[in-house]
């Protein structure tokens, strides 16, 4: 995968996550859940987005090891959406594979740039 097919894959995420938000009930808890869901699921496509500028490979990676962070735990909040029956399953299982995919490749890439890191002649 591309940098630019990542970077609207995680951008469509950001905006499916916006989407879902709208069909949470107007209820105390699920408006504080949906506060963080929509904080971290865009902040997935937000931080993907900068990781085009890193300044070089350690800065490349720490910005990857961002966005993997708040990819897992808008996998945490989906979980917690559909555990706490906010949402029923069948609304959040595409999201749920979508990022689960997403980190996936998040991990991958990391393992990837730090082997080439580490091979580099010195």
Known sequence: MTA???RKRTKAFSLAIISLITDFPDA???????DQLV???TSV??????VSRARSKADFINKLNIVLE???????????????NILPDNKL????IEINEIISILVASIKTSKNNSDNKPK
């Open 4 to 6: 630019d097919e990542m």
């Open 28 to 34: 105390l808890v699920a408006n504080r859940i949906a």
């Open 39 to 41: 904080r971290c699921g």
């Open 45 to 50: 496509g937000a931080n993907y987005r900068a």
């Open 70 to 84: 708040e990819a897992d735990e808008s996998l945490f909040w989906l979980e917690i959406t559909g555990e706490s």
């Open 93 to 96: 299982n595409p999201l749920k």
